[in-house]
């Protein structure tokens, strides 16, 4: 049987890609067999060699030729990558200049196909940018939780929507209050936002280690304040004259739970905070 050319650049594309992955990353790198659309895993590791659980997975395209530094990928493949939930980045190997660029599929983005043998995306790689090197160790290694930060932020704004509308609703100064009823249903839809915050601080411990508290701090400190303003718009308005019992409740509750929703302070200080992006 004829080992053809083609084939053969595809291989050693894909096993020089492993071998830059393993002596640049210092991570494990495993060719898939069976090609769906996923040529390669990538096992993200800490800075002190220990596996994070996570993984990245690769599609890897091979050239002979250095000047070739851009791919176009059939539309429908790069939409499939969209919806995989492991992040998927696509390498080009440059075997004769001995080099490695990678890009991230972004599973947001609008795609703008183009016409290059059928709809395509094109994807460039920037020479200097793109390169895999260890320089974006850091860079790959949070990717890797794109979906757990997701998850997180998704959870903390809806956290903090309902939390400043509490602070404009009782920012009440010089109104008459005639809807006694809504600011009592407030007060016991915060069972259902703590709840939610607290669903975050346990996603957020899980890998606050490797990307940060996600904001979720600062939530946890607006989630506080909308409290201690709705108690104070209480008793500015008489209302515990009324409900003395729920609202003084509600009022002791608010120090019992500043623990319950603190964060482990011995997972501070991470180096992949994504508080500010």
């Not at 704004?157 to 609703?169: A, F, M, N, P, S």
């Not at 249903?185 to 936002?193: A, K, N, Q, V």
């Not at 890998?207 to 946890?220: L, N, S, T, W």
Request: net charge negative; glycine share 6%.
């Amino acid at each position: 049987m004829k080992y053809a050319e083609n084939t053969a650049i595809g291989d050693a594309g894909e096993y020089f890609f492993a071998y830059t992955v393993a002596t640049t990353l210092g991570w494990p790198c495993r060719l898939l067999d069976i090609d769906i659309g996923i040529d390669a895993q990538i096992e993200v590791l800490d800075d002190a060699k220990h596996s994070t659980g996570q993984f990245l997975a690769v599609q890897i395209k091979t050239t002979t030729d250095p000047a070739v530094n851009a791919r176009y990928i059939e539309l429908k493949h790069v939409q499939y990558w969209q919806t995989v939930e492991t992040p998927v980045l696509i390498a080009l190997v440059d075997l004769k200049g001995k080099k490695v660029y990678i890009k991230h599929i972004d599973k947001s983005a609008s795609l703008v196909p183009v016409k290059h043998g059928g709809d395509t995306i094109k994807f460039d790689f920037d020479p200097d940018k793109d390169r895999l090197s260890k320089k974006l160790a850091s860079k790959l290694r949070l990717l890797s939780f794109e979906s757990d930060i997701k998850e997180i932020k998704q959870g903390l704004k809806k956290v903090r929507d309902k939390c400043e509308l509490i602070l404009k609703e009782t920012d009440s100064e010089g109104e008459i209050i005639e809807d006694h009823d809504h600011y009592l249903e407030l007060m016991r839809s915060f069972r259902s936002i703590e709840t939610r915050l607290h669903e975050s601080k346990i996603q957020v411990q899980r890998v606050i280690k490797y990307v940060g508290d996600c904001g979720y701090d600062d939530v946890k400190e607006l989630f506080f304040a909308a409290r201690s303003s709705l108690i104070g718009f209480f008793y500015d308005w008489k209302f515990h004259h009324h409900d003395a019992e729920e609202i003084s409740n509600f009022e002791n509750e608010y120090v019992k739970n500043t623990k319950y929703l603190e964060i482990n302070s011995g997972e501070k200080g991470s180096v992949f905070d994504t508080r500010k992006k």
